[in-house]
């Protein structure tokens, strides 16, 4: 399967969103929104961003792990990495990203 954007409710009723690789690994993790429209807007804003290196804010977890932001033009974080292991690990998270989410399609889970 190639890589994809899926929507989905999480506990607290609130509409997210995560970027699947082809492998199905999450490469990126999305806030909490309140509609489900922002929630497609938040991915049309990670599309939009994920080409432009410098919109990836490299940083370093409590315990010591590499991971990354995405952000929009005015600052806000539209996405999160998962932990690695290493820098060269994130690295090729960004990579990841920035060659499949322009691209990715949506499905949708929040219906039902």
């Known amino acids: ?14 509409y997210r969103f995560h970027l699947k690789a082809a492998n199905g690994e999450i490469i990126l993790v999305s806030e909490g929104y ?5 929630a497609v807007h938040g991915i049309e804003s990670v599309r939009k961003n994920a080409v432009d290196d410098k919109r990836y804010e490299r940083k370093v977890s409590a315990s010591g792990k590499p991971y990354f932001n995405l952000k929009a ?17 994130c690295e090729h998270g960004i990579e990841a990203v920035k060659k499949t989410a322009p691209e990715a ?8």
């Open 34 to 38: 309140k509609q489900h429209a922002s």
């Open 105 to 112: 399609s949506v499905h949708d889970l929040s219906a039902g």
């Open 73 to 89: 033009a005015n600052g806000e974080v539209i996405g999160t990495s998962q932990l690695y292991a290493s820098d060269q690990t």
């Open 1 to 14: 399967m190639a890589a994809h954007f899926e929507i989905y409710k999480d506990k607290a009723g609130e």
